[in-house]
């Protein structure tokens, strides 16, 4: 749309920087929007829930319980490790990566050890159950790790923003969580059964030996959980631009003068957006800002288009003695850009391609079919209960930058479960020969029950204790994270492999061709 001249001229502009140089005209530092006291509610939620995690991975497996933490353990100090070499900082998508790896560590654990339990219960030795159960679980835990890493490699290298940081942080936990798990974990078992430290094999657990059929609830199922679906997408049309937060939508940004001896506590500054009486304001950022030049300290707000001069307002009814002045009120746009936005979208559609590709090749193309049209509907479906819940006040309901990598990590952490399981139906159709399709797959749910609940109930644990003890953002991420262990474990059930069998019209033949 330029003309020639136009064109020249800002060529010449962009290869000449002095003839457009820059100017600083102010520099200032920024105190923490995320008020000590929530700091510290956000670190005891995230002690709670890692206590809860190891009490109970050591309650279920005993011994071996104390090995998987003391894994897991390795991992973060391993990740942390890395990422600090790099000389990278902890954001919150980062953070959402660390969880999702943490959830995928205890999962290989809790995958080779119900192995282990199998072997144990035909009358095999300890020694040979840890053998066994290693080799068997060995293709669900690579499989389920490479369709993860395509996914973190490609919103690394489409993804912008917060979606890049995810995705290196998750690759780089993929690597360490094999390392763990194969190698680290492998090593102290061995060591301890070779040495009579670990005596005993896993005894019969409370889902061992079930045989429900799963399949006469499919379509029940299939209709209610794609109702919800629907209706969480209505929900998201009819609010708009409501479920978007300010990091996308921008707004006024209002600079407020105070005096320093009756400095107002940042919590109560922020409790303004949670507020739903007179007072309301919507969504509310705030942080506290030096001038570097002249050490002038200001509160400075982020709030809703036209909302500025209102919420100084409110904040100087409310707080009289601070005596706050007006210095400034100034309209901005969303922080995250379309940017952003759109390569988060492109990222998550190549992701879900690639994982139909990889699946297809290392399995069978209705297997992809399965993982893709799941993983589909766990994303949509949470992002819908995440909406509709904030309607009845459980969570904002609202999509900031970093809720971006919350549905990053519910993509990811629900593709876990759907391998797990196709790994066993892959299996089972080599090892029975004479059952058919159906009940070869209704078989292989069964089996692998006892994994999927015991590492939904570990990981949901942490989410859960983040959840009841956190505060801010830390509340809506964990409500999230949430939403996907439980849509998760029921899509595996109920979605991925009836969209399987389907697929294949029942015939055994047809996959087995």
């Not at 956000?42 to 319980?65: D, E, H, N, R």
């Not at 780089?172 to 680290?184: R, Y």
């Not at 400075?300 to 100084?312: D, N, R, T």
Request: net charge neutral.
């Amino acid at each position: 749309n330029f003309t020639r001249r136009e064109a020249v001229e800002l060529a010449n502009a962009l290869n000449n920087p002095l003839s457009v140089g820059l100017k600083r005209t102010s520099l200032s530092e920024v105190g923490p929007s995320l008020a000590d006291s929530a700091k510290q509610s956000s670190f005891l939620a995230a002690g709670i829930g890692t206590f809860l995690t190891v009490a109970f991975m050591i309650v279920v497996y005993k011994f071996m319980g104390v090995i998987a933490v003391v894994s897991v353990f390795a991992n973060i100090f391993m990740i942390v490790g890395v990422l600090a070499s790099f000389g990278a900082t902890m954001t919150l998508p980062g953070i959402a990566a660390l969880v999702l790896t943490l959830g995928m560590a205890v999962d290989s654990n809790i995958l080779v050890f119900e192995r282990m339990r199998e072997e144990s219960l035909l009358g095999k030795s300890l020694w040979t159950s840890l053998m066994a159960g290693y080799e068997k679980a060995f293709s669900a835990i690579v499989d389920a790790n490479i369709t993860t890493l395509i996914s973190a490699l490609i919103l690394w290298k489409f993804g912008t923003g917060p979606v890049k940081g995810f995705g290196v942080t998750l690759a780089i936990g993929i690597f360490t969580t094999l390392f763990c798990c194969l190698v680290f974990s492998r090593a102290i078992l061995e060591f301890g059964v070779k040495y009579n430290i670990i005596r005993t094999s896993l005894k019969k657990g409370m889902l061992s030996g079930c045989n429900f059929d799963f399949f006469k609830y499919v379509r029940a199922s299939f209709i209610i959980s794609w109702t919800i679906v629907l209706l969480g997408v209505a929900v998201l049309f009819y609010r708009g631009d409501k479920t978007l937060s300010i990091d996308f939508t921008g707004g006024d940004i209002v600079t407020i003068a105070f005096n320093p001896d009756k400095k107002i506590p940042i919590e109560k500054v922020l409790a303004l957006s949670t507020s739903t009486g007179e007072g309301s304001l919507g969504e509310v950022q705030a942080s506290y800002q030096v001038d570097i030049s002249s050490k002038d300290e200001h509160l400075v707000l982020q709030v809703e288009s036209e909302k500025g001069q209102k919420a100084f307002d409110i904040l100087n009814k409310k707080y009289p003695e601070a005596q706050l002045k007006l210095v400034g009120q100034t309209s901005v746009g969303g922080s995250v850009s379309s940017d952003i936005t759109r390569d988060a979208f492109i990222s998550i559609a190549l992701s879900l391609l690639a994982i139909l590709v990889y699946v297809a090749f290392r399995f069978e193309f209705s297997y992809g079919i399965g993982a893709l049209v799941a993983t589909f509907h766990d994303v949509v479906m949470c992002i819908g209960l995440y909406v509709i819940l904030g309607l009845f006040g459980v969570g904002s309901g609202q999509f900031s930058a970093p809720m971006v990598a919350a549905v990053l990590m519910v993509m990811g952490y629900t593709i876990n479960d759907k391998i797990v399981v196709f790994d066993r139906i892959r299996e089972e159709l080599t090892l029975k020969p004479n059952l058919s399709l159906k009940e070869i797959v209704n078989l292989s749910i069964n089996v692998t029950l006892s994994r999927t609940l015991l590492t939904s109930v570990s990981t949901f644990l942490a989410a859960g204790a983040l959840f009841l003890f956190g505060t801010g953002i830390i509340v809506d991420f964990s409500l999230m994270f949430l939403a996907g262990i439980v849509v998760g474990t029921f899509s595996s059930i109920f979605i991925a492999s009836p969209v399987f069998y389907w697929w294949n019209k029942g015939s055994r033949e047809k996959v087995e061709k």
